[in-house]
C-alpha cells in the first residue's frame, strides 16, 4: 500500500491562500482599469434604456408598472436642505408629483402624490460594465451606447456622459421627423445627398417603447370614477373590459385606433416628474411603430390585413394562405402603383394561436410571424426634405433651402391612422402591442435659444462631423442634453484636442456599455435599504 503524502504545514496553506487573493486582486484591478470598468447611470436622458435615478409605480388600475424620473425630485429635496430651513423643507416635501398611467394615455387625468410619500421609495441608478478596450482596436458603430467624457467639463468621475452613437466621422446629420439622416461632410451644402439610417433588427428590438398593451386594461374602472375604453374599436369586435379582442363573426371586420382615446406620440411616461402640469407637455405624432398580437383563428380561409396611413401614404401589411405581401402607395392617388414585397405563405392551422408583428420603422417595412422575418425589409429612400413634406403635408420646396429658418421649427407631423381588417373566420387576438420607436426631437424642450436647438435639424444649422468627431442622443429625447445642444468646449479640451462644438472627440471616449449588472435594486422588507438587485432587468444592453 503506497504512502499516504505528508500534509503540508499550516502556516503553508494561510501564505498560499494569501498569495492568491493579493494575485487576484491585482489581476482584477488591472482587468478592471483595461478592460471593463462599472459606471451608475445618474440620470434619465438613455431611459427607458438605462434608467438613472427613478421611483417605480404600479398602477392601481391596470396592475402596469412603469418608471418615474426622481432626478427633479431630488434636486428640489437636496436645496431644501442645504437651505437649513425647515419651513422651505416642508413645502418641498408637500409638493405634488404628478403621474398618470401610460397604459391609459396621456390624457387622463393625473394623479397627485405627495413628495414625503415618494422619499423612501427613490432607487438609484442601475450600474452597468462598460468595455473599454474594444475602440482602441474597432471602430466605434453607430447605434452604439457609449461613455466619455464630457467635453464641456471633463474634469471628475461626474462628468462622464453616456448617450447613443448616431453621427460618425465625416459626416453631416439631419434630424427630421424622429429619425436620422446622414451624409459625406465632404460635399458641403448639397441638400441631396442624405440617406435615412436604419437601426439592426437586434437594436430595434431593444428600443420599441410601449405605446398601449392589450393586458393592462382596468380591471375595476369604477375606483377611479373613469369609464375605460380600448383605444381599438371596431362594430363586430367586443373590445371594452376584455385583454383578448374577440370577433365572433367570419364576415369581413375592421379594428380601428381612436387617436381621441390615446395618442401616438412620442410622450414618455419616464419624464411625468419634470412638469407641475401633464396637459402643458408639448408631444410630437410618431409613426414609426410596431403592432404586434397573438393570432387565433377557427376557421380556414382567414385573411388579415394592416393599414397604416402616414406620411402622405397608405402602408399595408397582408396575411393570406398562400401569401404574404407589403405594399405602400400615395394616399392621394388610390389608382396609382403600389410599390410591393410578396412571398408564398401558409397561413397556420385554424384553432393555432400564431404571433404576428407589423413594423414600420427607418423608413421600412417588415413583417414577422412567430418571432422570425418573412420576407426582406420593404424600403423607401427618401431624403429629409421629402421626408418633412411627406409627414406634414407641406411642399417638398419648403424645407429644401438653408433660408428655411429655425423659428419655424419645429415642423409637426400629422398623426398615423390604424386599421386592422380581417375576414373569413371568427378570431380571436391576444397581446395586441403598439409600440413606437424611438423618436429625436429637432428641438429641445424649453430651450430658449433655438438657434442652437436646430443644430443637425435644418439645412442651415447641419452638424458637420470631423474625422475624428461623433454626434450623440440619448434615447429619452425631450430630456437628455444631446451633443448638439452644448456649450463650447472646456479650455482643456480646446488646448489639448481641438475646439470643435456638439460633438464629441475620439479621445474622450472611454469604452462601448456593455451590460447592466446591477440593476436598481429593490427592498427585500419595509424598513431596510435596498440591496437586492432586480436581477428581471440583468440584461446586455443594445
Known sequence: MPERPAPRPTGHSILDTLQSLVVAFVLAMTFRGFALEGFVIPTGS???????RHTLWTSEYTGYTYAVDSYRMISEIEDAARSSSSDAMARVLERPHYTVDPMLGRLQSPDPTLYRNLVNDIRMGDRILVHKLMYPFFEPSRWDVVVFKNPTAPVGDAENFIKRLIGLPREKIWLADGDVFAGPATTGDRLDDFVVQRKPEFVQRAVWQPVHHGE?????PERAGRQWVSPWQGSRWETNGR???????ADPSE????????????????NMAHYQGLDGQS???????????GIEATQAGFETTFELEARSHLFRFTLRDGEARMAFRRVDDPDGPWTERTVPFTMPAPGTVFDVEFWHVDQAMWMFVDGASIMEPLTYDWGPAARLAAATGKPESTFATSQFVAAEFPPRALPPELRWRFSGSPVTLRRVHVDRDLHYRAEFQGLRDRSRAANATHPSHLAMLGPDHFLVLGDNSPASNDSRLWAPAAPLVRHQIDDAQYVVHRKLLL???WAVYFPSPLRIWDGLP???????????IR
Open 530 to 540: 435596498r440591496l437586492m438587485p432586480d436581477f428581471g432587468r440583468l440584461r446586455f
Open 243 to 249: 385583454r383578448d379582442y374577440v370577433c365572433t363573426s
Open 283 to 293: 408631444v410630437r405624432p410618431v409613426s414609426d411603430l410596431r403592432v404586434s398580437a
Open 511 to 513: 469604452g462601448k456599455a
Open 46 to 52: 438613455m431611459a427607458p434604456t438605462l434608467m438613472g
Open 216 to 220: 393592462y386594461i382596468p380591471v375595476q
Open 255 to 270: 379594428l380601428q385606433w381612436d387617436h381621441g382615446r390615446m395618442e401616438i406620440t412620442d410622450w414618455n411616461a419616464y
